[in-house]
């Protein structure tokens, strides 16, 4: 018996999870977060093992995610990094 897994079920974006950002489906952790620990240098098998819940099919299919959407998700890296250092600043005074 053959087993299909539609992976396109396993990331998903709802507007009041993460502000609509992709999440891996059904976890609230979002694509952005498993692509930081990725660009630290984490493997996808440390990234699961990391957040316990997730199993590395998931990991992996956050990673496919960003590697075929990786423009609008460079930039929501960025805004969120600009937000921090704004937020740091304002924090300084």
């Known amino acids: 018996m053959d087993h299909v897994i539609d992976i396109g079920t396993l990331i998903e974006t709802t507007p009041d999870i993460r502000g609509g950002r992709p999440c891996i489906a059904g976890t609230g952790v979002s694509v952005r977060r498993v692509v930081q620990w990725y660009k ?13 819940h997730l199993s590395l099919a998931q990991v992996h299919a956050a990673l496919a995610y960003y590697h075929a959407d990786r423009e609008a998700i460079e ?19």
């Open 75 to 93: 930039t929501d890296l960025k805004e969120e990094t600009a937000a921090a250092e704004k937020l740091a600043k304002q924090h300084e005074r």
């Open 40 to 52: 630290k240098g984490q493997s996808p098998e440390e990234i699961a093992d990391r957040i316990g």
